[in-house]
Each structure stands twice: as C-alpha cells, then as structure tokens.
Nanobody, 123 residues
Framework: QVQLVESGGGLVQPGGSLRLSCTAS????????VGWFRQAPGKERERVSC????????YYLESVKGRFTISRDNAKNTVYLQMNSLKPEDTAVYYC????????????????WGQGTQVTVSS
C-alpha cells in the first residue's frame, strides 16, 4: 500500500523544538521531491519547506528560515523537518507530500499526502 505517514507532532512551549518525520511505504521516497506544508484554522495551506529529488536543493518559507531544517534519510525512507525556536504562530497541522523531481510552491501539484500531524506551540 502506497502511503505517507507523519509523526512527531505535539504540544511544545514557545522556544522549544520538535522533529517531524515523514515515512513512506509502498514506494521509494528518494525518487520524489518532498514538501512539508502546514495549515492553521481559517488559513490557506502553505509550503513550509521542500527538498528536491534531483539536486537535493532545499527551500524554506521566509518565516521559518534559520529555525527549520529539512533532511532525508534514504535508508529509512524518511524525510525529517527539524523545528527549533518554535513560536505560537507555527501552530498548525503539518503535512508531508510528494511530487516528481523538483519542488513547487503550489500544493495542488503534489500528488501524495500524509494524514497530517498537529503541532501546537503554547505556554
């Protein structure tokens, strides 16, 4: 069965850290570009980060640059999103998704999605 499963979300205080994992089954993740998206209540889904297949180029939303890091572990068929210095405005459901080859900002262009994991940043 082809699927993506996110994990690692939770409740964290401002300034804290979380590491999200996106693990694929039924296909090899390294052959895809992998994006992390988030959606807060009443807001549009936005791309937080992405890593391309072809050259491993990485992309970040301006507001998370310097705080979040995306990486791959091909042996584990997993992509991670390390999130440091978390802020209340980072609160959202986080999703991972894949598309062929290269990253794209438009979430409609991603064809496989996980079920999402909730991240809540609050004191």
């Amino acid at each position: 069965q082809v699927q993506l499963v996110e994990s690692g979300g939770g409740l964290v205080q401002p300034g804290g850290s979380l590491r999200l994992s996106c693990t694929a089954s039924g296909f090899t993740l390294r052959y895809s570009a992998v994006g992390w998206f988030r959606q807060a209540p009443g807001k549009e889904r936005e791309r937080v980060s992405c890593i391309s297949r072809t050259d491993g180029a990485t992309y970040y939303l301006e507001s998370v640059k310097g705080r979040f890091t995306i990486s791959r572990d091909n042996a584990k068929n997993t992509v991670y999103l390390q999130m440091n210095s978390l802020k209340p405005e980072d609160t959202a459901v986080y999703y991972c998704a894949t598309r062929p080859l290269i990253c794209n900002r438009d979430y409609h262009s991603y064809d496989r999605w996980g079920q999402g994991t909730q991240v809540t940043v609050s004191s």
